[in-house]
């Protein structure tokens, strides 16, 4: 009798525990509403230039990954398949190069991301994804130290930035399951100056379960943080997320654009899928890309859908038999008022970055040697 009472006992005990952990889910991210005002508000993208970029012909611009400026509204570009950083001034002058491919110092492989840190002499961070590093440097590219990250974690999203004497960067636990374990998946890690994890945050929403798209996390976030706010968006869901850094809790907002793709379950879900699979179906998906944070209240998000991939040969993998190779849309919230204030259809453009005026930057693609100065004005209906 008392064993069969301690049975009981502890299948109530594990059922109550189930029942804790996934009330516990769903509080973990909580929603903001956001106003729909849109058919009020007129929104105009507007190319004022376009920068040729100059470039050594033994040394060609060839995969932009990443760019910022510096306090002088100098260009850095990371060239991920160059494995260098190139700086131009803002008419597309060629300054100097910093950095080559290998392991060494001022050395990479995975060039990622790049952060100019404008409130401290125009130090360089630069982050290699397949080193697992950071490497800083004076505002002449001279190096001056690196560090690893820590090895219980690995680089999972494009973006880093550094404040005060600490550096957040998107991270994932190093041993989990990548194409399983959600619950070891991490959106942002703040880390001391020596690389180490000082702190883990942000939870993944439990759609990513549901539609089996934890393989394909990659968090994109704004290099600012807004009233210890940090701002990320995650792949193929529409929603833009938020930590506090106050408290740590995670609060998500967004409404779902005028030609954004239905989201299909990911049938891929073990390692060893062929690329040609992974790629059609990654195809179907609309893609969320960096935000941007002008005026420190007005967001933009872009998404884009693909139209057209192929491998490294020009073998189609995907092709819905659209003309251009993508189509770009931007998004506009009122952070301040909460208010959705609409979207605009860019074409074939990826905004890249954001200067200190609050100008876009836009390629037509990853292997562009050309950027595109832009203006985004919104103006109220009468």
Known sequence: MIKKIKYFLLIFLLLLS???????????????????????????FESIKNIKLEFNAKDPLQAITRIDFDSKNNIYICDYMSSNVKVYEKNGKLLRTIGRAGRGPNEYIGLKSIFVDKNNNDDIYISDVSINRITCLDKKGNYIYDFP?????????????????KFYIPAKDAHSNFFKDVTRTYVIAELD????????MGKI????????????????????IINNNIYYTLLAYYKVYYINLNNGNVYKFGIKGKNF??????PYTEPGVSLKKSLNYRGKLTHMTKPFLMNNNILLVEYYNNNKMKDRSGKNLYDNGKENLFDGYIQVYDLKNKLYLGEIYIGQKKIICMDNNDYLYAISDHGSNELIKYNLEITKNR
């Open 18 to 44: 189930m029942c804790t952990k996934k009330k516990n889910t769903k509080k973990c991210i909580t929603e903001i509403e956001f106003k729909n005002v849109s058919e009020n508000y007129n929104i105009k």
């Open 149 to 165: 990250i820590d090895s219980k974690y690995y680089y999972s999203g494009v973006g880093m930035f550094k404040k005060e004497n």
């Open 193 to 200: 100056m020596k690389g180490k994890i000082i702190k883990t």
């Open 205 to 224: 929403d439990e759609i990513y379960n549901e539609y089996n798209l934890t393989n394909m996390l990659r968090t994109n976030f704004e290099n600012k």
């Open 261 to 266: 793709h239905k989201l299909i379950k990911n």
